[in-house]
């Protein structure tokens, strides 16, 4: 019966100092609330806009979930969960690709714009799990490697021809595509330096770990997560409200 009742309760024994296991909890939860709130918030909006709004609750859906796993994985290994977290991302990065096309696609982006994004942001995840997971032992290499699949991304989004549909669309659509580029080159930056936190070891930034240790990964992570998926969510959302009034 106990079994039972530990089983699905699943309640995880957490310290009341494990400020990494408070960061996957409150993020499990907040992604669960912005969830809520895109879904519930779509039938307020007119048909052309409630794809880009259904797309920002997925985001914070899939994260939510994998935060669920991600909460109890932390609670009882004490480990990083690389494995779902990437999983994570290979889901809701190419998703946040799939915004910038929606946004832009009365624009006139194409779906060749959409999957430049989405294969280069791929490449990016593909690399860096490389580094984290497969062969941490060069990790810089594939750091880098994944860096310049990023600086592609950035490029492409402040100033390829994405930009270029965006100056042309102006007014919201303008607005809201150079918001979303903001999170792109500063939200995402964030990421890296989690990356750099995880692999310190015997690297020239071991400091950065032994600052605040090898788990400070894991809060760097969420809380770019929490900063990226749900605000990034809230600019569409933003930009869906003020579309809705103009026309
Ligand atoms: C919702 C999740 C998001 C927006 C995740 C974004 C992840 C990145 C921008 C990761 C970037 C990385 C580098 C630029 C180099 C080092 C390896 C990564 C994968 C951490």
């Known amino acids: 019966m106990e079994t039972l009742n530990n089983f699905l309760l699943e309640v995880p024994r957490m310290a009341s100092d494990d400020y990494v296991?408070?960061?996957?909890f409150v993020g499990c939860?907040?992604?669960m609330a912005a969830?809520?709130?895109f879904f519930l918030s779509m039938s307020s909006f007119d048909k052309k806009w409630r794809t880009s709004i259904l797309v920002s609750g997925l985001i914070t859906f899939i994260a939510a979930v994998h935060y669920y796993y991600?909460?109890?994985y932390w609670a009882d290994v004490s480990e990083s969960p690389t494995f779902f977290r990437y999983v994570d991302w290979i889901l809701t990065v190419p998703l946040m690709c799939v915004e910038f096309y929606l946004i832009l696609k009365a624009a006139g982006a194409t779906k060749k714009h959409m999957w430049t994004l989405i294969v280069a942001s791929t490449a990016m995840l593909v690399f860096g799990y490389w580094g984290e997971a497969?062969?941490?032992g060069r990790a810089q290499i594939w750091g880098a490697i994944?860096?310049?699949a990023y600086f592609y991304v950035v490029y492409l989004i402040f100033f390829g021809e994405l930009k270029n549909l965006a100056t042309s669309a102006g007014?919201?659509?303008l607005r809201a595509h150079n918001i979303l580029a903001k999170f792109v080159l500063i939200g995402?930056?964030?990421?890296?330096l989690g990356y750099m936190i995880g692999t310190a070891d015997g690297q020239w930034y071991s400091f950065l770990a032994d600052a605040v240790g090898q788990s400070g990964r894991d809060v760097v992570y969420n809380v770019g997560d929490a900063i990226n998926k749900i605000g990034f969510g809230l600019v569409v959302y933003g930009w869906a409200v003020a579309g809705s009034k103009e026309s």
């Open 70 to 72: 991600m909460r109890g």
């Open 29 to 31: 939860m907040a992604m």
């Open 21 to 24: 296991g408070f960061t996957f």
């Open 188 to 192: 995402w930056a964030i990421y890296p």
């Open 134 to 136: 497969v062969d941490p």
């Open 35 to 37: 969830s809520a709130f």
């Open 146 to 148: 994944s860096g310049a």
């Open 171 to 173: 007014g919201e659509t």
